[in-house]
């Protein structure tokens, strides 16, 4: 009987603790974007930067700017390559136009953007305003 005593307000607690955990999900799942640098959740002010083939959620002027630096560190899965317009490039080729880093997937990939970069990027630039 007096086991029975202890058990009760136990289950209550572990019950409380429930819902608190179940509203805190749903407060999480209701903010979309998150800056791919920060990892945090983007307000309205956020902004959604076009690079190469896709756009990434960023927060502000300074993770465009790390983002720019290296992208590799924050673009989940394959790495695209502009000339051969296929995700197939690696992160040690790369080269860096207006302080945007770029990938390839070969050496010659490589050398082809750099004897023409703009008119690579020309391709793309139709996501920028
Ligand atoms: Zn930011
Ligand atoms: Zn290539």
């Known amino acids: 009987m007096k086991k029975l005593i202890y058990?009760?307000?136990v289950l209550m607690f572990l019950t409380i603790l429930n819902i608190h955990s179940g509203s805190a999900a749903s407060i999480n799942s209701d903010s979309s974007k998150v800056c791919i640098v920060t990892g945090e959740a983007i307000d309205d002010n956020g902004i959604s930067y076009a690079y190469l083939?896709?756009?990434?959620?960023?927060?502000c002027e300074v993770c465009i700017k790390a983002f720019n630096k290296e992208p590799a560190k924050y673009i989940?899965?394959?790495?695209w390559c502009p000339i051969c317009n296929d995700d197939d490039a690696v992160k040690d080729i790369s080269a860096v136009h207006n302080?945007?880093?770029?990938?390839?997937?070969?050496?010659?990939?490589k050398e082809t953007f750099n004897s023409n970069p703009e008119e690579v990027l020309n391709k793309y630039s139709k996501n920028e305003k």
């Open 7 to 9: 058990v009760i307000p």
């Open 53 to 59: 083939n896709q756009n990434v959620d960023l927060c």
């Open 76 to 79: 989940k899965g394959n790495l």
């Open 99 to 109: 302080k945007v880093k770029y990938y390839f997937c070969n050496e010659s990939c």
